[in-house]
């Protein structure tokens, strides 16, 4: 009894006001708030300009539902893969899958054809929705199955390929058939995949009320980052980061209708299109991923009065360094509150991020989301007692934003929700103030000698130094230690990098055992996901075959 007391005490939770969570389904709440903002541009395309009232899309959405299921026959719980980029049709097609009672998918654009084919599998989709210009790869990656491909014609001069169906005739006309009751909060909704950085992708069963519970987590009082549209006021929130991946979806494309903001795509990112946006647009909020941050402060073409109009730039996915978050407010000025969130899409995504109304603190993750608890368990333990301020252990998660389980994968699903506990895999500890602060993946960290060492930690430093603009860290097998880190670096453009001087920097900086002993390898760049996670099995990979 006694431990239980001791161990629960150690049990954080968020230390603001509970909130309420919506009890519908996703469309039913999302579109329940239009009423107010409904002419206003809800999507527009940064490259083409074409857009969607909110209105508009409410309307789409309901077409395409009933397409799906009177011409498609589509029944309850299927699964509907959506392969876009970002796009203004990509939240209709969402809506519509979902009003349909159907489950979506999403996927990355760029995924060659076995990997679409894969995925495919995996969700066991019926049916795909995707660009006419995407058609040729999807056609093969799906031979020999009857599946409806349904193209979106996104360039003035594409037409519907012989074979495919066209969205806009989904979504323009209505079919005679009743619309279903969604009657299940916590029927799967939305199943993307994780980023497979550690391994296989997974698919992540995310329902009706994660995905609400995180939307309302996210807009509660006192972490505030988007605000709800009024007057003539209108949040404008560039999409550049991938809405097929959970961080995209939810903080952007789902937050976009769930506060009448104006979200303005980008479907390929490139500096050019990027500045273009910026310069075209106010923004009002960034979300970014570390090197979005980096770019920002760095390029020369970036200049405050671009980003007058933001009140605060969202970092996640990746660790942001807080000379990084310096950076940044010293170019753009101190007007912007800069905040770091943390997630994973077993938690739709968001766990913890800065409290805005308190002011947290650079570096850290900020506080736990209203309504979720978190434990720091000692690694590999998952039967041990929970640790206490400053000690560094696993995170443990709790809340109405985590997911119901991976997609066929009992095994994993087990391993990963203890007793209603998600484990994150993630090294974390806190301070005296419940202030979060992220190590690194507990797969990823280097073992030397029996000590941890973070690759993450090594990263920041190097970062730092004058000539370098990008580094990663790996651990190496060794005769002696067991592991040694091994650092890859990226020289800035025109500057000399001093590897010498960069080992005795790093030397001067870290405890013995975290010295680079692996080497220094000068590369050209660092093998990156699309939301700015470094793929170390890359590099890791590179290594084994000797380069
Ligand atoms: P997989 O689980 O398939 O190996 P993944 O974990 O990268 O891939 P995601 O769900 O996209 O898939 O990413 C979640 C992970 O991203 C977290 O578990 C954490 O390791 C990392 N992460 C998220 N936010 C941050 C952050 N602010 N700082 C550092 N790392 C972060
Ligand atoms: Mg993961």
């Not at 980003?307 to 950076?327: C, F, I, M, R, W």
């Not at 603190?361 to 506080?367: A, C, E, I, V």
Request: proline residues 7%.
């Amino acid at each position: 009894h006694l431990r239980h007391l001791a161990s629960s005490s150690n049990i954080i939770t968020c230390p603001f006001p509970e909130i309420e969570i919506p009890t519908c389904s996703i469309p039913e709440y999302i579109f329940s708030k239009f009423g107010s903002y409904g002419n206003k541009v809800a999507f527009e395309c940064g490259v083409t300009g074409r857009k969607y009232t909110f209105d508009e899309l409410r309307v789409k959405s309901y077409n395409l539902n009933r397409a799906l299921r009177k011409k498609l026959k589509l029944q309850k719980d299927d699964v509907v893969a959506v392969l876009l980029p970002n796009v203004p049709e990509f939240p209709i097609a969402v809506m519509g899958i979902l009003l349909a009672g159907l489950r979506v998918t999403t996927m990355n654009p760029i995924y060659t054809q076995d990997e679409i084919k894969k995925q495919f599998a995996d969700a066991g989709a019926k049916a795909m929705i995707t660009l006419t210009e995407l058609f040729p790869v999807v056609k093969v990656a799906l031979t020999g199955k009857e599946i409806p491909i349904i193209c979106i014609n996104d360039q003035a001069s594409s037409t519907t390929p012989t074979g495919a169906i066209n969205f806009k005739e989904f979504a323009d006309n209505s079919c005679d058939i009743e619309d279903i009751k969604l009657d299940d909060q916590n029927a799967v909704a939305v199943m993307p995949y994780s980023s497979g950085t550690t391994g296989l992708p997974k698919g992540v069963q995310l329902s009706h009320r994660n995905i609400l519970a995180n939307l309302s987590q996210f807009m509660s009082d006192d972490f505030t980052i988007m605000r709800l549209a009024s007057g003539d006021f209108q949040e404008v929130v560039p999409a550049i980061l991938p809405m097929f991946h959970i961080y995209g979806f939810t903080t952007i494309c789902m937050a976009g209708m769930n506060n009448g903001g104006k979200t303005i795509t980008l479907p390929k990112f490139t500096p050019e299109s990027y500045l273009k946006l910026l310069a075209q647009h106010k923004a009002t909020i960034l979300f970014a991923v570390p090197p979005i941050v980096i770019f920002l402060y760095s390029h020369p073409a970036v200049k405050k009065e671009l980003l007058e109009n933001v009140h605060v730039l969202v970092s996640g996915a990746a660790p942001l360094g807080a000379l990084d978050e310096q950076k940044f407010k010293d170019k753009i000025g101190q007007k912007v509150d800069v905040l770091q969130g943390y997630g994973l899409s077993e938690a739709s995504p968001t766990v913890m991020m800065g409290a805005r109304k308190h002011d947290p603190k650079p570096g850290s993750l900020g506080n736990i989301m209203p309504n979720t608890e978190v434990k720091i368990m000692p690694v590999g333990n998952p039967d041990g007692e929970a640790l206490g301020p400053n000690q560094t252990g696993e995170l443990y998660v709790k809340g109405p934003q985590v997911m119901l389980g991976y997609h066929n994968r009992p095994k994993e699903t087990a391993e990963t929700l203890v007793d209603g506990w998600l484990r994150t895999g993630d090294m974390f500890y806190y301070d005296e103030n419940q202030t979060f602060f992220i190590t690194d993946r507990i797969k990823e960290l280097i073992k030397v000698k029996g000590f941890q060492v973070p690759p993450a930690e090594l990263e920041e430093i190097i970062r730092d130094f004058p000539s370098v603009n990008d580094a990663a860290v790996i651990g190496i097998p060794h005769d002696i230690y067991g592991e040694v880190p091994r650092a890859y670096v990226v020289a800035k453009p025109d500057s000399k990098l001093d590897v010498a001087e960069l080992n005795g920097f790093i030397d001067s900086k870290v405890a013995e055992y975290k010295r680079v002993r692996g080497g220094i390898v000068v590369t050209d760049c660092i093998p990156k996901n699309a939301s700015g996670k470094i793929l170390r099995r890359e590099l890791k990979l590179q290594y084994q075959n000797g380069k």
